[in-house]
């Protein structure tokens, strides 16, 4: 797979998540806490970014000093990321609850936004 399309994929991720806790924080909050209480749906989660971070490493996995290199960085914690969600879904469910709570998940769901957007921007210049 290559880089751009795993960017992509990230940055499109990351404004399905980001925009709906941005405009209805308490709803989405709540909806995204029930989600991370189960345990399937963290796995599987899990397993599908372990295997994108794999088929975009897989031919190569080099970090470098440039936009690419960093790029790739990311897709390196993507795939560790999902690792810790196929083998600890609990333990990344209570560390992503915490920032869930109260008014912060707004200021949070801006940020995704604005990292969904930045991550967009990166693909289409690969």
Known sequence: M?????????????LLFSVPLFLDPESSSKWMQRAMKEDLWM?????????LSFLTLKDNYSITEDLTGLLRFLAWVGGL??????????WSAEMKGQFLKGECSRVFGFAGIIVGILLLLGASTL
Not at 43 to 51: A, D, K, N, P, Q
Request: proline share 3%.
């Open 2 to 14: 290559q880089l751009s399309t795993y960017i992509l994929i990230l940055g499109l991720v990351e």
């Open 43 to 51: 796995r599987t989660v899990g397993g599908i970014f372990v295997l």
């Open 81 to 90: 990321k999902g690792l810790i969600l196929c083998y600890y879904p609990q």
